[in-house]
């Protein structure tokens, strides 16, 4: 079959990035993808896509923060008719549903988040049944999608947007040594709702409590909140704190650390907590999400609550002064992630649901109402 997979930009965050394995997927079961944006913004995924041999398409690359309009979506989707829509993000889902529902395509929809702003949840709940069936990237966000969209079970399947590598790079262990740097770090968009000031709060604590450790902290990723960032780190003083812009190579970027924070106030699956753990590093994130699904406390990793730069600064402390306990929950997050997240496990995961989809464009072209 046809797909279009339409999503709202090729900026580089969540949703993009594991374009390349999900296509790769649906392609492996002999399909025609084709990814449409709404939007450039960043252009961060193209080259994730280029390199993975992936047919992409802006719908308006005038301005690249400027999104295309439902019309003129649904003008390119008229003259490059799929046989399914496959939506991704709010903006898309419901131009996708629209649309579908025009010109008589069938929709499948990702849902990525455990957060909805209410307007988009308004929005979604309403136009729920334009989607035949919903994509929920985790156990957890499949449970709210049920919550807070009254989408009833048998229309949500699940595919973990995550597939471990046992060959990917490992970290080396934290060995303590006195005039060694201890290297923390974080991946995410740099917006409030990621919460970095967090960490760069707990290296004012760091400073006060312990002023002779060698401990520095690394952020990825870029956002509307670089500046205000900057200045905060700047105004305690964070000359051992680095921002280090937008990582192509998440994985590359984890091997140098021997901590990972996640900071954020939500989340749906976290992809980067899982690469974290998956390169052997002990996480402390706070319990948002599918995240409490994934550490198990004090064993795989570390729960931050409450989410307080003191307690930041305290467990980060902890690791620090024992680095045999962070070499031990390292390896044990990496064992974990191995298991649960085993490349034959998640493809058959996969494939199910894109048997759903096969199924559904079969019965829609053989339907009544199309005179099939």
Same mark, same amino acid.
């Given at each position: 079959?046809r ?5 709202n ?10 374009l ?12 025609s993808?084709?990814v ?13 896509l ?6 992409y398409? #802006? ?11 439902? &019309?003129?979506?649904?003008a390119y989707?008229r ?6 829509? &496959? ?5 898309a889902?419901?131009?996708?549903q629209l ?5 008589g #395509?069938p929709?499948?929809? &990702?849902q ?8 988009n949840?308004f929005l979604l709940?309403r ?13 957890f966000?499949a449970?709210?999608?049920q ?11 699940t &595919?973990?947007?995550?597939? =471990?590598?046992a060959a990917?790079p ?15 770090g974080?991946?995410g968009?740099?917006?409030?709702e990621?919460?970095?000031e967090?960490?760069i709060?707990?290296?004012?604590v ?7 450790a ?10 509307s ?7 905060l780190?700047a105004?305690?003083g ?6 280090e ?9 984890c ?9 954020s ?11 974290a ?27 931050l ?7 930041? =600064? ?6 620090y002064?024992?680095?045999?306990l962070c070499?031990?929950?390292?390896q ?10 085993a490349?034959d ?8 649901? #894109? ?14 109402a199309r005179?099939?």
């Amino acid at each position: 079959m046809r797909i279009l997979y339409l999503i709202n930009s090729l900026n580089g965050g969540g949703a993009e990035r594991p374009l390349p394995a999900v296509i790769g997927l649906m392609r492996a079961c002999g399909h025609s993808v084709r990814v449409v944006a709404l939007a450039r913004k960043a252009g961060n995924a193209i080259a994730w896509l280029e390199a993975a041999g992936i047919d992409y398409h #802006i719908v308006d690359d005038r301005d690249p923060e400027r999104f295309a309009s439902l &019309w003129q979506t649904m003008a390119y989707v008229r003259a490059n008719r799929p046989d399914l829509l &496959w939506t991704s993000l709010t903006r898309a889902t419901l131009f996708g549903q629209l649309i579908g529902r025009a010109l008589g #395509i069938p929709v499948a929809s &990702w849902q990525h988040s455990a957060f909805l702003k209410p307007a988009n949840r308004f929005l979604l709940r309403r136009t729920r049944n334009m989607s035949a069936f919903w994509v929920a990237d985790s156990d957890f966000v499949a449970r709210v999608t049920q919550r807070q969209l009254a989408v009833p079970p048998e229309r949500i399947c699940t &595919w973990p947007l995550f597939e =471990a590598n046992a060959a990917a790079p490992v970290a080396t262990p934290w060995q303590g040594k006195k005039d060694a740097v201890f290297h923390i770090g974080s991946l995410g968009r740099l917006e409030p709702e990621k919460n970095m000031e967090l960490p760069i709060r707990a290296m004012a604590v760091i400073r006060e409590r312990m002023p002779e450790a060698r401990i520095r902290l690394s952020l990825c990723g870029s956002g509307s909140q670089m500046a205000h960032l900057k200045a905060l780190a700047a105004g305690q003083g964070g000359a051992d704190i680095n921002f280090e812009g937008f990582q192509p190579d998440p994985l590359a970027f984890c091997r140098r650390l021997h901590v990972y924070v996640q900071p954020s106030h939500f989340e749906g699956l976290c992809i980067a907590v899982h690469e974290a753990m998956q390169a052997g590093l002990p996480v402390i994130a706070t319990p948002v999400g599918a995240i409490p699904d994934i550490i198990r406390d004090g064993q795989s990793g570390f729960l931050l609550a409450p989410p307080t730069p003191e307690a930041l =600064a305290e467990r980060i402390l902890h690791l620090y002064t024992n680095p045999g306990l962070c070499a031990r929950t390292g390896q044990q997050a990496r064992a974990e992630i191995l298991e649960r997240y085993a490349k034959d496990r998640i493809e058959t995961m996969a494939r199910t649901v #894109i048997h759903r989809a096969e199924r559904l464009v079969q019965a829609w072209h053989h339907s009544p109402a199309r005179g099939g």
